[in-house]
């Protein structure tokens, strides 16, 4: 889920932060979605913006307008954190996976587990599905899909892409494991069943609900970015606890951790952070 940018110059008077304060709690309590966890100045201008565009001058009134009809609440939250993937987004990446780090982890588990975190509609995740068939198929790999977002994790499950997602897919293998079909005058392509069987969709807050464990690879890319910079840190410190020894957390492209050796990481080239194989021993005596 990637946050929309705001416009700048918007006015902060201690009335308005005051209010601010308060309708972030009412969204808190109402959706679930904590902004105490996202940089301020954006999210500020973001929201003010977007109150302002309704017609409403204090924040509790705009929330109070947004919360009087679910569906209103929830093109707020779809514009606040607007869904954008594609498949093999960053392609350059994806082969490094493909040539590098997905068949290192196949020599030391016949059977992967990997996590999509802020899947967002399922691009990253089926992207995954089809690296892992072609160079392991017939095996029980796991693939999870994870976002805040029902609505968007009901589209995952679905695996139905639009042509706009499709640009970075190989030729291959958008022949081998798509569908293409017409609806309304637009081409959509549905995935084979053979990719959906590895992949699992759930809802999963990144910000307070447990973390799933024992993952070869961990994919969060773009996701993070306007999280302050606490909230990535233990985000960051999580995935590291949630990988295997030898496991590589995958960031995107506008992302990196300053402080990786700090929390453990190893950095063995841009975008992949490793788990170091020595807390192999450590990890089984655990398990």
């Known amino acids: 889920m990637q946050p929309i940018p705001g416009s700048v110059g918007v006015p902060k008077t201690p ?11 009412l969204l808190k309590r109402r959706a679930e979605l904590d902004l105490d966890q996202y940089k301020f100045e954006q999210t500020y201008r973001r ?55 997905l068949p290192e982890l196949l020599k030391r588990s016949l059977h992967l587990k990997l996590w999509s975190a802020g899947s967002s509609y399922g691009a990253e995740a089926y992207s995954l599905a089809i690296l ?14 994870t976002d805040i977002d029902q609505e968007v994790l009901e589209r995952a499950r679905r695996g139905v892409f ?7 897919v190989p030729h291959a293998y958008k022949q081998k494991y798509f569908r293409a079909f017409q609806e ?3 081409t ?3 995935a084979d069943p053979a990719l959906k069987r590895y992949l699992k969709f759930e809802r999963h807050n990144l910000l307070s609900d447990p973390y799933p ?6 994919a969060c890319r773009n996701v993070v970015i306007y999280f302050s910079d606490e909230a990535k840190d233990r985000i960051f410190r999580e995935f590291y606890s949630a990988l295997k020894p030898g496991g590589y957390l995958f960031l995107g492209n506008t992302e990196r951790i300053f402080n990786y050796a700090q929390m453990g990481f ?17 990890w089984r005596n655990a398990s």
């Open 15 to 25: 009335e308005l932060l005051r209010d601010f304060e308060q309708f972030k709690q």
């Open 47 to 101: 929201i003010y913006t977007m109150m302002e565009r309704a017609g409403y001058q204090k924040f509790t009134d705009y929330f109070n307008y947004l919360a009087s009809d679910d569906t209103r609440l929830r093109a707020f939250i779809d514009r606040l954190a607007i869904n954008v993937s594609e498949l093999f987004r960053n392609p350059e990446q994806f082969e490094i996976l493909r040539v590098q780090v």
């Open 132 to 145: 892992v068939h072609e160079l392991a198929p017939n095996r029980s790999h796991q693939i999870l899909g």
């Open 162 to 168: 639009a042509e706009s997602d499709m640009r970075n």
């Open 184 to 186: 309304h005058g637009r």
């Open 188 to 190: 959509f392509y549905e």
């Open 213 to 218: 464990q024992g993952f070869d690879l961990i």
């Open 266 to 282: 190893e950095n063995p080239s841009a975008f992949f952070y490793q788990k170091p194989q020595q807390e192999v021993q450590r």
